[in-house]
């Protein structure tokens, strides 16, 4: 039966996420019983030709889930499956990757306001997305109009469909979505600092001097920001990839661990001078690189325990597909 599961999985791919677990295990006890009523016929079990050529005859993934999907004022139910996949293929996969590792790098080395630059780059990414939002909708509607033939699902063969992974575990979408606006606001913040932190600035009364160390990791730091970014985009438009979110958050909180802890090794990281008071400002300084100290200890076990988690995560469901495989082979 993995053909069926592979089968009912791209149909589940196509559906809403709300109606997607009941939609498939109707469509599934239909299927299986079909099934069932051909091998009592045959006095046999079916092999995978047969089974392909039952779920053939229901029909493409694709057009299967336009079924049961409402009807769309623009883009039919045959189309809409179809529009959904374009969709997500250019607003997750294409834009988001020209925009981190070409537009934005450009605009970044080539400007002068490096936090004006992010979130110009930010906005930008958002009016091409919706640009290319419509452009593909009002092509699906003019295909729509005009019944030109699609040849997605003309010609496929279920035993072409691509294995279900193991387990149904997937990232939160709050937890992915947390990850881009964390990654923006603090990429955002340090670039900031980069560019004002350099010399010396006044808060009120007190001179505040930032620590050489900071200079010396100001470009690892913005690394580790940033990284916060794409991942929390793949969380977002492939939420069952766990194992590749697990290899990256375990990279990176290794590269935040190493850095924290080059960090906790300095001197101090700030010292802070209150000219009418001399005392007073070493008093100050003393409480607040304590207070920083404290910080990055913090970070450091915060990190370290994520760290284990998902390299726990990952050891368990490696250990379930070991096993899955030695029983298959037995």
């Known amino acids: 039966m993995d053909l069926l599961e592979r089968y009912l999985e791209a149909v589940r791919r196509a559906l809403p996420q709300a109606q997607a677990d009941d939609i498939v295990a109707e469509l599934g006890g239909d299927l299986r019983q079909q099934m069932e009523d051909r ?159 350099s010399a010396p600035f006044w808060l009120g009364a ?16 913005l690394a580790t920001t940033l990284a916060s970014i794409p991942l929390g985009w793949i969380a977002l438009v492939r939420p069952y990839a766990v194992i590749l979110r697990s290899v990256s958050r375990i990279a990176l909180d290794l590269a935040s661990g190493v850095i924290a802890t080059i960090l906790l090794r300095a001197d101090g990281w700030v010292s802070i001078a209150v000219p009418s008071s001399p005392a007073a400002g070493t008093e100050v300084t003393k409480w607040v690189n304590l207070m920083i100290g404290i910080s990055l200890l913090i970070t450091i076990v915060t990190v370290a325990i994520d760290a284990i988690w998902h390299a726990w995560g990952l050891l368990r469901r490696t250990g379930r597909k070991s096993r899955g495989l030695a029983g298959a082979l037995r």
């Open 206 to 221: 007190a001179e505040f001097t930032a620590a050489p160390v900071w200079h010396t990791l100001a470009w690892p730091i």
């Open 39 to 197: 091998e009592d016929a045959l006095g046999r079990t079916l092999d995978d030709d047969e089974v392909a050529a039952i779920l053939k005859q229901r029909g493409h993934p694709l057009k299967v889930a336009s079924a049961y999907l409402p009807k769309q004022f623009l883009i039919g139910p045959e189309l809409y499956p179809t529009w959904r996949f374009v969709v997500r293929l250019v607003l997750g996969w294409i834009l988001p990757p020209v925009f981190a590792f070409i537009v934005g790098p450009v605009r970044f080395l080539t400007g002068h306001h490096h936090a004006g630059v992010i979130l110009t780059t930010f906005g930008s990414l958002l009016q091409a997305e919706v640009f290319a939002l419509g452009w593909i909708t009002l092509v699906f509607a003019i295909l729509e109009r005009t019944h030109l033939p699609l040849s997605i699902t003309a010609k496929w063969d279920p035993r072409t469909l691509p294995r279900v992974s193991s387990g149904l575990q997937k990232v939160p979408r709050a937890t992915a979505i947390g990850d881009v606006i964390t990654g923006v606001l603090s990429t955002t913040c340090w670039v900031w600092v980069m560019q004002h932190g």
